[in-house]
Each structure stands twice: as C-alpha cells, then as structure tokens.
C-alpha cells in the first residue's frame, strides 16, 4: 500500500534529480563555451605560426570595449604567447607549443565533457524510472481513496454532508488529480 508520505519522498527525489540534470546540463554548456574557445585559439596560432615563415604574421588583437590592435610579427622565426600553465603561472612559449598545450586541454575538457554527458544519461534514466514510479504510486493511492460517489450513507443521507466540513483542496489545473507538489 502507498502512502502519501511515500508519495512526497518520491515526489522530492525527482525533484532532486531533475536539479541535477539541470546542474549537469549547466556545466556542459560552460565545458562547450572553453573547447570552443581553445579551438578558436589554437586556430589563430596555428596561422599565425604558418605566417611567420614567409615573415608575415600579421594579426588584429581584440582588447575590449570594442578596441582592437594591430599586430605585425617580423622576422622568420616563430613568435611567442603568453600562457597560463596551470595553478595561476604564466609562461611565455612558442605558438606551436601554446597549440600543444591547449590541443591537450581542450582533450581533457572533451573527456570531462563526455563523463558528464554519461552522468546525465544515467541521471535521465533514473529520472524516468522515477516519474514512472511516482505516477504508478499516486494511481494506486487515487484507487485507495473513496471518491464522493463512493462514501458510505447512513438512511439514504450522504454523511459526509453532515458531519465536519471538508478541508478545502487546492485547486489546479489537472483538477482532483495528484501532483509532484502532493
């Protein structure tokens, strides 16, 4: 039998679910927004490097607030970048190796992206087992409970019109009908 504190238990750890997807989807987004990022970045290195051997690496740096700078690399030889190692260092490296490090951080962000893509399949899987769960318990507890038609008379009289008033349900727009709110 199923009760309605059963029911709000289950009815919570949907809940608790679905935030998590929510959480999770969040972060791949954000995970997304970085990989895209490395990608353009490497992208420019890589042509800047490119360019540099015909001693015409020429690029426009966006500053912000709409300002851009012009910058030119002159010489043959490969130019630097400023980079950030890790843990708030930063270095200054060559283009092609500011392209290797930021090709092997943007593959450890495609690995996180993945592990949190299969967190939220499973997540997504449980989520439906759960919602499943939950409306198979609120139709049995819908079957349990005495509808009006159902209520037992005494002498032909309804008795629940004369005893204590009904407590006021909430209305909604599914009617009498549970909900996770239940």
Do not use: C
Not at 4 to 13: C, I, M, P, T
Not at 82 to 108: H, N
């Amino acid at each position: 039998m199923v009760d309605r504190s059963e029911l709000q238990n289950k009815a919570r750890l949907v809940e608790s679910h679905r935030q998590h997807l929510e959480e999770l989807q969040r972060r791949m987004e954000q995970i997304t927004g970085v990989i895209n990022e490395h990608q353009v970045t490497e992208e420019i290195l890589s042509r800047l490097t490119d360019m540099s051997s015909s001693s015409n690496a020429k690029a426009h740096v966006s500053i912000g607030a709409g300002v851009t700078l012009n910058y030119q690399h002159s010489g043959a030889e490969e130019g630097t970048a400023v980079i950030d190692l890790g843990a708030g260092i930063f270095g200054e490296r060559k283009w092609s190796d500011a392209i290797k490090i930021l090709a092997t951080r943007r593959a450890e962000f495609n690995d996180l992206h993945e592990t949190l893509l299969k967190q939220a399949g499973a997540i997504e899987e449980k989520l439906g087992t759960l919602a499943q769960e939950f409306n198979e318990a609120a139709e049995k507890l819908q079957s349990i409970t005495p509808t009006p038609e159902e209520s037992p008379t005494v002498d032909g009289v309804d008795e629940s019109d004369t005893s204590k008033p009904k407590p006021r349900r909430r209305g909604g727009m599914f009617g009498s009908e549970l909900t996770l709110d239940d």
